[in-house]
Nanobody, 125 residues
Framework: QVQVVESGGGSVQAGGSLRLSCAASGNFGFNTYIGWFRQAPGKEREGVACMAPTSVAGHVADSLKGRFTVSIDKANNTLLLEMTSLKHEDTAMYYC??????????????????WGQGTQVTVSS
């Protein structure tokens, strides 16, 4: 079975930082990607970042580059999302997904098979 578990969400003031973790385990496919997505109420889900566990570099959405960083914590087999200089507009439910294909990038939600329950990030002004 495949398990995708997010953690690290919470409430933070604007300008603050949060680190989200995604532990993805099980047989979700060779050479697949793990991604972070977010969705605010009334808005479409959007890709935040993605990375192959065996890769040395991931991908971050253009609009979030410079504030968000994605990396692999190999010691704990988790995908990390470092979020800094958080803005109110970053408030959303953040989801981790596994089993992603790479096709014109890895930030489209339809590329992924397995999804976690999500972790809420709330940024107050």
């Amino acid at each position: 079975q495949v398990q995708v578990v997010e953690s690290g969400g919470g409430s933070v003031q604007a300008g603050g930082s949060l680190r989200l973790s995604c532990a993805a385990s099980g047989n979700f496919g060779f050479n697949t990607y793990i991604g972070w997505f977010r969705q605010a109420p009334g808005k479409e889900r959007e890709g935040v970042a993605c990375m192959a566990p065996t890769s040395v570099a991931g991908h971050v959405a253009d609009s979030l580059k410079g504030r968000f960083t994605v990396s692999i914590d190999k010691a704990n087999n988790t995908l990390l999302l470092e979020m800094t200089s958080l803005k109110h507009e970053d408030t959303a439910m953040y989801y981790c997904a596994a089993g992603g294909r790479y096709n014109y990038g890895c930030l489209r939600d339809e590329l992924y098979t397995y999804w976690g329950q999500g972790t809420q990030v709330t940024v107050s002004s």
